[in-house]
């Protein structure tokens, strides 16, 4: 089993082209894999706690998702409201 950690992405308006950058080239790396690795996320996903922020950094992740990842995510201070 393979695993990819990631950690603090910190989701933010000035951080999402990184971030759905890093998302591709995840999903275009083991495209061709029949079993694919698992993604640990770590740490604060999002900068602030705020809804909006929450959904499209979920929106984001949920990509990797349906590309036949397996997520684990463990959240960080910066998720807690």
Known sequence: MKAIH???LHYRTS???KINNLVDK???????EPIKPVI??????????????MLACYQVLSRLKEAGHD????PGN????
Not at 26 to 32: H, N
Not at 78 to 81: E, G, L, R, T
């Open 6 to 8: 990631i950690s603090d």
């Open 15 to 17: 951080r999402v082209v």
């Open 26 to 32: 995840l999903i275009e790396t083991y495209s061709d």
């Open 40 to 53: 640990v996320i770590s740490g604060d996903l999002v900068e602030s706690p705020r809804k909006d922020r």
């Open 71 to 74: 997520l684990l995510i463990c």
């Open 78 to 81: 910066h998720d807690v409201k």
